[in-house]
C-alpha cells in the first residue's frame, strides 16, 4: 500500500457492505461527497525553487498543543465496526505519530481506556436534549485528561443516508455499544444520541459555565458564522461539512477555507476537513491558511485493513506524502506556506 487510496481499496474487501456503506457513504446523492474528493483536483500548486529545503519541519502547534504533524484524526463514530482494536487501536496511532485524536462521542469503547493509551485527545460532544446527562459527559471527559471540545454544530438534525436505508443499517450490531453513553457511566445502558434542532450560540454559554477546555466549533462553513464563533471567544473552528453525511449540495471545506480565513484573520486556528487523501491536499489547505487538517475515512480503512497498525500507516504515508511535498514546493516548515503557491483552475 503506498498511498492513501490503495489502503482505501484494500478495506473494501474486508468489510460487510452495510458496515462499508456506513463509513464511505454520505447523505442524499452524494453529490458534496464526491465534491469532496473532486474539489482537491482544481487546485494546483506555484512551487519555489532554490530555498534550502535539507531540514523540514512539519511540527505545528494547535491550541497550545505541539504535533509533529498538521494532520488530526476527525472524530468518527463505530471503530470497532472496523477492527476489534477500535478507538483504543486509533489512539495508539494517534500518539505514536505524535498528533491528536478526536475522539467521537460515538466511540465503541471507553473515553478512560482511550486515555490510558497516553494519547492526546480532544472529545467530540453532540449538546443533548437532556443538558444534565450533557454535563455529566463533560465532566467524565475532562476528568479523563482531554484537551478540548469539539462540539459538531452541522447536526441540527441527522443527514439521510440512502445506503443505511437501504442495507437497513440503523443500529450497532450486538455486542458493540456507545460506550460513553452509558448512563450512570460505565454500568447503565446506552442512550441514544439524540438530536437537538433547536441549538443556537446561547450553548457556548451554557458550555462556558460547566467548563474549563476550550471549545472548538465543528461544521463551520459560512464566513459570518466563523466570526461569530470568533466574537463569542471559542478557542478554534473546524471548516467542515462533516464528510458530505449532513447537507448534501454543501460546499467542500477546501473550497469554503479562504473567505473563513480571510473573515476571521488570526483571531482564532482554523482547521479544515473533508477528502484530504494527499499531502499535496494537506499542503493546499496549509497554504490558503488552515492551521491543521483532519482526515476521517482514511483512519476508519488504516484500521479496517490492519487495526493499529493500518492507522499508523495511514499517518505515516500523509506525513511522508506532506514532506516531499513541503520539499517540492520550497517550504521547509509550515509557516513558509502560503496562498502565492496555490492556484485556482476551471473557475
Ligand atoms: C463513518 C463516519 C462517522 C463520522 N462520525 C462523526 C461523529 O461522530 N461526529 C462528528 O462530528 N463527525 C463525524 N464524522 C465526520 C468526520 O468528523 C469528518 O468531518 C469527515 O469524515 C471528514 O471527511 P473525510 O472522511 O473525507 O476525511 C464522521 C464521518 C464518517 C465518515
Ligand atoms: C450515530 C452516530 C453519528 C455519527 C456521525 O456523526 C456520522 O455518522 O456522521
Known amino acids: 500500500m503506498f498511498s492513501l487510496p490503495d489502503v482505501a481499496a484494500a478495506a473494501a474487501g474486508r468489510l460487510a457492505a452495510a458496515h462499508y456503506d456506513f463509513f464511505a457513504g454520505g447523505a442524499d446523492d452524494?453529490?458534496?461527497?464526491?465534491?469532496?474528493?473532486?474539489?482537491?483536483?482544481r487546485y494546483r500548486l506555484r512551487p519555489r525553487v532554490l530555498r534550502g529545503v535539507g531540514e523540514r519541519d512539519l511540527t505545528v502547534t494547535v491550541l497550545g498543543q505541539s504535533l509533529s504533524m498538521p494532520v488530526l484524526i476527525a472524530p468518527t463514530a463505530f471503530h470497532r465496526l472496523a477492527h476489534p482494536d477500535g478507538e483504543v487501536g486509533t489512539a495508539r496511532a494517534a500518539a505514536?505519530?505524535?498528533?491528536?485524536?478526536?475522539l467521537s462521542m460515538a466511540a465503541t469503547q471507553p473515553v478512560e481506556q482511550v486515555a490510558a493509551t497516553g494519547v492526546r485527545f480532544?472529545?467530540?460532544?453532540?449538546?443533548?436534549?437532556?443538558?444534565?446527562?450533557t454535563e455529566r459527559l463533560v465532566r467524565r471527559v475532562a476528568a479523563a485528561g482531554c484537551g478540548a471540545l469539539v462540539v459538531t454544530v452541522d447536526s441540527p438534525v441527522f443527514g439521510r443516508r440512502r445506503r443505511d436505508l437501504r442495507n437497513g443499517f440503523l443500529d450497532l450490531p450486538a455486542g458493540l455499544a456507545c460506550e460513553n453513553l452509558r448512563d450512570p457511566a460505565g454500568s447503565g445502558p446506552p442512550r441514544a444520541i439524540g438530536w437537538e434542532p433547536g441549538l443556537n450560540w446561547d450553548v457556548l454559554d451554557w458550555l462556558r459555565g460547566i467548563t474549563s477546555l476550550p471549545i472548538v466549533l465543528k461544521g463551520i462553513l459560512h464566513p459570518a458564522d466563523a466570526v461569530r464563533a470568533a466574537e463569542r471567544g471559542v478557542?478554534?473552528?473546524i471548516v467542515s461539512n462533516h464528510g458530505g453525511r449532513q447537507l448534501d449540495a454543501a460546499v467542500t471545506g477546501i473550497d469554503a477555507l479562504p473567505a473563513v480565513v480571510d473573515a476571521v484573520g488570526d483571531r482564532l486556528p482554523v482547521l479544515v476537513d473533508g477528502g484530504i487523501r494527499r499531502g499535496t491536499d494537506v499542503l493546499t489547505a496549509l497554504a490558503l491558511g488552515a492551521s491543521a487538517v483532519a482526515v476521517g475515512r482514511p483512519v476508519l480503512w488504516g484500521l479496517a485493513v490492519?487495526?493499529?497498525?493500518?492507522?499508523?500507516q495511514v499517518l505515516e504515508l500523509l506525513r511522508d506524502e506532506l514532506d516531499r511535498a513541503m520539499a517540492l514546493c520550497g517550504a521547509d516548515?509550515?509557516?513558509?506556506?502560503?496562498p502565492d503557491l496555490v492556484e485556482t483552475v476551471g473557475r
Not at 458534496?32 to 473532486?38: E, K, S
Not at 490492519?306 to 499508523?312: F, Q, T, Y
Open 30 to 41: 452524494e453529490r458534496t461527497l464526491r465534491a469532496n474528493t473532486d474539489a482537491f483536483d
Open 96 to 102: 505514536a505519530a505524535g498528533t491528536v485524536l478526536v
Open 122 to 133: 480532544w472529545f467530540q460532544l453532540y449538546v443533548q436534549p437532556d443538558r444534565a446527562f
Open 235 to 237: 478557542d478554534a473552528i
Open 306 to 312: 490492519a487495526g493499529a497498525d493500518g492507522v499508523r
Open 333 to 338: 516548515r509550515v509557516a513558509a506556506l502560503g
